[in-house]
Nanobody, 121 residues
Framework: QVQLVESGGGLVQPGGSLRLSCEASGSILSISNIRWYRQAPGKERELVARIFSVGTTYYGDSVKGRFTISRDNAQNTVYLQMVSLKPEDTAVYYC???????????????WGQGTRVTDSS
């Protein structure tokens, strides 16, 4: 059984910073691509950032220059460092990953339960 658990969300003032974490656990053999998505109230889920297994990164236009995605392969954890936060960054942030486990041996896609980031202004 593979699980993704996000943490680090909370209330933040405009211009503030937060670091989100997503830890994968279970019978994991390897983790390929990892993504952060977000979904704001009344809006569709959007891709925020992605990091490939070799470390290459991609960012959505709305967060470029403000958000940084990174991964710690030894800890099966991915981070999203967010700075200069704006009210429009308010959303539930979800971790999504392609993981090969000892149960399936093939890559399967997993989602976390989400962590909420809220503008406190």
């Amino acid at each position: 059984q593979v699980q993704l658990v996000e943490s680090g969300g909370g209330l933040v003032q405009p211009g503030g910073s937060l670091r989100l974490s997503c830890e994968a656990s279970g019978s994991i053999l390897s983790i390929s691509n990892i993504r952060w998505y977000r979904q704001a109230p009344g809006k569709e889920r959007e891709l925020v950032a992605r990091i490939f297994s070799v470390g290459t990164t991609y960012y959505g236009d709305s967060v470029k220059g403000r958000f940084t995605i990174s991964r710690d392969n030894a800890q099966n954890t991915v981070y999203l460092q967010m700075v200069s936060l704006k009210p429009e960054d308010t959303a539930v942030y979800y971790c999504n990953a392609d993981i090969r486990s000892s149960m399936s041996r093939s890559l399967s896609n997993y989602w976390g339960q989400g962590t909420r980031v809220t503008d406190s202004s």
